[in-house]
């Protein structure tokens, strides 16, 4: 089986940002991933930076998936935003609700995902590879497990082509998620999302904030380090390859991995892994 594996950055804020970021992908191009993405801002904050991290990629010969977020934007907005991308030579999205930024009271066009897919799908026919979000502990927002598969079910069938996790300790939680998708009739990939454990205080923060249970004998083991980073990080890649190693060997369709544009952890771990990029 020919698995996909793929990095995820954020645009950057600052020069030096800027810097950091065009040192961490050239070492992870290297590697030779199938796509990287780039994360979207709320409400379109980081649209211009979005774009421009997408050029740079595209222009050292990797494909690009710029996510694009829709909740509080227009129809014309996203039709704009699109046509840049097309101009630009991007041919893959991954398609989000998003959040509204903070005192944004409007909710826009569009209030879900889905609504996002279906409108890429009647402006763009097949030209975009259209990626959304699964949820295998379930989406914080959810009304239940069961409202967060059918949500999972609509998006797919407006029109997406594969999906990507929310990152997970728990690879059962993802078996059982994927059962769950193929039992409802849809039969895309479902790329596991990987977050390399670097930091106790930040891990906890992002766990929390997209639902994703960090097991206790994880976060303890964690807390006992205090300020010891290489200890944490030591640790941090033994609990990852034990996570993607199961990944792998139940066949899953390859690997995303949550960078935070730092490129240290992800190497690490793809060494570990022994993984092959394309060439």
């Known amino acids: 089986m020919q698995r996909s594996y793929s990095f995820e950055f954020f645009p950057p804020k600052t020069p030096e940002g800027a810097l950091k970021l065009a040192a961490t992908r050239a070492e992870l191009i290297a590697l030779g991933p199938d796509f990287i993405s780039v994360t979207f801002g709320a409400g379109g904050t980081t649209r211009e930076g979005t774009l421009a991290a997408a050029l740079e990629i595209i222009g050292d010969g990797v494909p690009c998936a710029p996510h694009l977020s829709c909740v509080g934007s227009t129809r014309a907005g996203i039709r704009e935003i699109l046509a840049e991308y097309r101009a630009s030579g991007v041919d893959r999205i991954v398609a989000l609700r998003g959040d509204l930024p903070s005192g944004w009271g409007e909710i826009g066009e569009f209030r879900f995902a889905n609504e996002l897919v279906e409108f890429i799908r009647a402006e763009t026919g097949d030209h975009f590879h259209i990626e959304v979000a699964a949820y295998p502990e379930v989406h914080p927002q959810a009304r239940s497990a069961s409202a967060d598969l059918a949500n999972f079910v ?13 990152m997970f300790f728990n690879a059962d939680a993802y078996f059982r998620f994927v059962d769950d998708v193929r039992k409802a009739g849809i039969e895309v990939p479902i790329v596991p999302g990987i977050m390399p454990i ?81 060439r």
């Open 154 to 166: 609509r998006k797919v069938n407006a029109g997406a082509d594969s999906a990507i996790t929310q």
């Open 198 to 278: 670097t930091n106790f205080t930040s891990l906890r923060r992002f766990a929390e904030g997209c639902g994703a249970e960090l097991p206790r004998w994880i976060g303890e083991r964690l807390r006992d380090y205090g300020d010891d980073l290489p200890s944490i990080r030591a640790f941090g890649l033994d609990v990852m390859t034990a996570l993607c190693e199961r990944l792998l060997a139940a066949g899953v369709p390859g690997l995303h991995f949550y960078t935070l544009n730092a490129a240290g952890p992800v190497k690490g771990l793809w060494g570990r892994l022994g993984l092959q990029g394309r």
